[in-house]
């Protein structure tokens, strides 16, 4: 077969092939897609709902964590100052030990005894807000 017939014969028939008829539809598959349609509204309302439930619980889920924000807050800064004093009197302890002098291991002795009542301050302060953030 020549080349000009062969291309004469595909351009024959693919006109045939798209020049055909189209089918019609049945009235059950026009009523089997109508109700295929109504069922994919009912479902593209159904994911609005839950989308708009959602973001209105987002919403509420924001607000109470900002509500709580300060909460933490402060119960962070009370925590750090409660170990920055432990540490610090830990440290202070030690100099005590390896002190030999007595007037030195006095003054270390009055301080670690002001630190003591800051220290008791800041545990029941950490526990109040302990209590109130749970």
């Keep these: 077969m020549k080349a000009s017939a062969l291309k004469s014969y595909i351009k024959e028939q693919i006109l045939s092939t798209l020049s055909s008829p189209v089918d019609e539809a049945s009235a059950e598959e026009v009523e089997n897609q109508k109700d295929l349609n109504k069922e994919l509204e009912k ?3 159904l994911k609005r709902q839950i989308s708009e439930d959602e973001d209105e619980d987002d919403k509420k889920a924001v607000a109470s964590a900002k509500a709580s ?3 933490f807050k402060k119960l962070d800064v009370a925590t750090k100052a ?4 432990t540490t610090e009197m830990k440290s202070l302890a030690r100099k005590y030990s390896a002190a030999d002098d007595e007037a030195e291991k006095e ?3 009055d301080t670690l005894k002001s630190k003591t009542s800051k220290k008791k ?3 029941s302060l950490v526990n109040k ?3 109130d953030v749970v």
């Excluded at 409660?82 to 004093?85: A, R």
């Design 43 to 45: 479902t593209a309302q």
């Design 69 to 71: 924000k300060g909460k």
């Design 82 to 85: 409660l170990k920055d004093i």
């Design 107 to 109: 003054k270390i002795k």
């Design 121 to 123: 301050e800041l545990e």
């Design 129 to 131: 807000l302990e209590k």
